[in-house]
């Protein structure tokens, strides 16, 4: 059975740093496309990064954190993670991994001013 868990959110002020994890049960990452979304407070669910492709290292980033967010893998490839630097408030929100259909339930990052 597939899992998903992410892990590393929390509270930070302004121009702070994250690292979040997406870490996989039952599968791994090797072939897979593996997507970041988050949820921010009375917006829809959008797209923040994605990492894959056919080497299962290339990544896309949305405009709103390219330069601020970085994609990685562990060497096994069952984990994902998502360093976040310079956070804003707009940062804030629940952050999800996807990953071939399947869902984690997410972790909460808040950012303060």
């Known amino acids: 059975q597939v899992q998903l868990v992410e892990s590393g959110g929390g509270s930070v002020q302004t121009g702070g740093s994250l690292t979040l994890s997406c870490e996989a049960t039952?599968?791994?990452?090797?072939?897979?496309?593996v997507d970041w979304y988050r949820q921010s407070p009375g917006k829809q669910r959008e797209l923040v990064a994605v990492?894959?492709?056919?080497?299962?290292?290339?990544?896309h980033y949305s405009d709103f954190v390219k330069g601020r967010f970085t994609l990685s893998k562990n060497k096994a490839e069952t984990v994902v993670y998502l360093q976040m630097n310079n956070l804003t408030p707009e940062d804030t929100g629940v952050y999800y991994c996807?990953?071939?259909?399947?869902w984690g339930r997410g972790t909460q990052v808040t950012v303060s001013s």
């Open positions: 039952g599968t791994t990452f090797k072939r897979n496309t």
């Open positions: 996807k990953d071939e259909g399947h």
């Open positions: 990492i894959g492709g056919i080497d299962g290292y290339s990544t």
